[in-house]
Nanobody, 119 residues
Framework: QVQLVESGGGLVQAGGSLRLSCAVS????????VGWYRQAPGKERELVAR????????NYENAVKGRFTISRDDAGNTVYLQMNSLNPEDTAVYYC????????????WGQGTQVTVSP
């Protein structure tokens, strides 16, 4: 059974940075594309960043392109999200997951990590 443990969220002022981590256990992590999703209050969960198996390709949702960077450490079974130039619209609970076709998440969700950006 796959377990996902997200960490690194917090309260930050607009323009600040955070680095999120997601520890993955119970799966052959290196063979999967993985991504970060977020869910803001009253909105649906959306995929904001994806990295391919092997880390050669990354994709970003337009609102975070140029500000967020996703990376992975296959030896450590961890995926990261470096978030810079944060703005209040980035406030959400952030989750990691394996990404299937059509951005469909493949594993059960972890608890997520709250990111709150103040004006």
């Amino acid at each position: 059974q796959v377990q996902l443990v997200e960490s690194g969220g917090g309260l930050v002022q607009a323009g600040g940075s955070l680095r999120l981590s997601c520890a993955v256990s119970g799966s052959t992590f290196s063979f999967r594309a993985v991504g970060w999703y977020r869910q803001a209050p009253g909105k649906e969960r959306e995929l904001v960043a994806r990295i391919s198996s092997g880390g050669t390709n990354t994709n970003y949702e337009n609102a975070v392109k140029g500000r967020f960077t996703i990376s992975r450490d296959d030896a450590g079974n961890t995926v990261y999200l470096q978030m810079n130039s944060l703005n209040p619209e980035d406030t959400a609970v952030y989750y990691c997951n394996a990404v299937g076709n059509g951005a469909y998440p493949l594993w059960a969700w972890g608890q997520g990590t709250q990111v709150t950006v103040s004006p």
